[in-house]
């Protein structure tokens, strides 16, 4: 096989992996891949959309009572930059499609890691397995910011293993890790000791960075470096890290286990032996793991997508001890690599590919008709598209109302105002059967349906326009 040739399989596996990933998703995983990333790429590009509690500014935080400005604009800049190429106009595919490009480095990255720590085989079976593996190509499109930030942490980390390492290079791609989503700051620790006399311009690269992330905190917040320090007190040390629910330590433990089912019991035991018994850069490998899994163990409120960067390093630690496992039997890896695939796709059967896909295609159909002036969505707003969709700068009401007070968000907090709305107002109304939880609660709570609420209310001042899935579509009468 020729030199280039593992490079050529994996790229073009991982594109059409992820190509048929992107088809099948869609809507979104979790409010965060609307309002903190594409939903401010498109406030700065248009100059209209919502604004949540992280990215308003100091004068409103005794209004919201939250920390503010905890969000940096790096990752929405680099998105409405990406948003400014479409030569389409604005779509948030769009964004899915360049992102799950973007991913295709991934793969790219476990194999070149794994060529400079272990050997050819190990890197092209990890490489090969990282193009199908359901979890990377289940968050390949997602505009989250972790999976973005994962290709420059791997990027450091390569930069840093190579035979002839380049620190500078290393320390600028986990700044820029960095800058994407602060918590992959927490592999400088293993860095620093691994690199050892190299540490100096690892951290000259990183400082280069942090003085880029700085004066964009100056130019957004008016404060150096703000956005990371408000970050780290509130998430982890403040009100942040209990506010959104709480799970034990071994929450993130339990959750590989799920997603790994037997796979784990030879990808952990390998990973500690590395970090007990293995070579200089396996034990670095093995601390960027365990650093970052202990910290994020530790702090309450826990949710999976915040350790994904660290499944590259469970799929080479898994590639290596299947391989020393395969060299006492006869099987061939290429057989081994066919159960993985099936094992995958068994395993992102589970998975809902596509929440929220009905409803975001019904406020980008809206957005697109001549004759909307201002349209309510039955559900609360954090659980909706937004404007990112919507695309049209009209008011958007919600019902119900969240219990915390947000400026700027038009939100219904009764049967009255929702009734004059219908009566006067608004001339597009969506109604969803895909409740979210928050709605569920608000049920829960009072004893109403929102969905009967809808269509009872609005059945007198509209008629059905469209349905997409579980959304209905009104139009004014």
Known sequence: MRRDEPILIILSLSLVFRLIALFCSGGFLHSDEIFQTVEQAHRISYGY?????????????????????????FFPLVLSFFDSLNPFGHSVLWLRFLLSLFSVFIPLLIYKIGLEVYDQEVAFFAGLMASFWWE???????????????????????????????PFLSGIFLGIAFMVRFPTLLVLIPALFYLGKGSVKFLSGLFLVFLLQGLLDLFTWGIFLHSPVEFLRYNFFGEGSYLFGEEPFTFYLVKFAEHWRPLILLALPYLVYAAVFGTREEKFL?????????????????????????VPFLILFFSRALIISLKKSKVRHHRVLALLFVFSLALSLNQNWSPKKDLCSAMEFVGKQDDLKSLLVFDTWSETCGYSYLHKRVPIYFFPAQDEFLPGV??????????????????????????????LDF???????????????????????KRIGSSIILRRR
């Open 410 to 439: 038009n939100e219904v907090a009764n049967l009255t105002y929702l009734r004059r709305l219908i009566r006067e107002e608004v001339n597009y109304v969506i109604c969803t059967s895909e409740k979210s939880g928050t709605v």
């Open 286 to 310: 093995s601390d960027a793991f365990l650093i970052p899994l202990f910290f994020f163990s530790w702090v309450p409120h826990k949710e999976y997508r915040f350790v994904f960067f660290l």
């Open 136 to 166: 990377l190509l289940y968050f390949s499109s997602r505009t989250l910011s972790t999976p973005f930030a994962t290709p420059f942490l791997l990027a450091s980390i390569y930069y840093a293993t190579r035979r002839e390492p380049n």
């Open 443 to 465: 049920e829960a709570n009072t004893g109403l349906n929102v969905t009967e609420i809808c269509l009872n209310e609005t059945s007198p001042y509209f008629e059905e326009f």
């Open 49 to 73: 959309g919502i604004v949540p509690s992280e990215f308003l500014g100091e004068e409103y935080a005794h209004l919201t009572n939250k920390s503010w400005g905890e969000r940096s604009f």
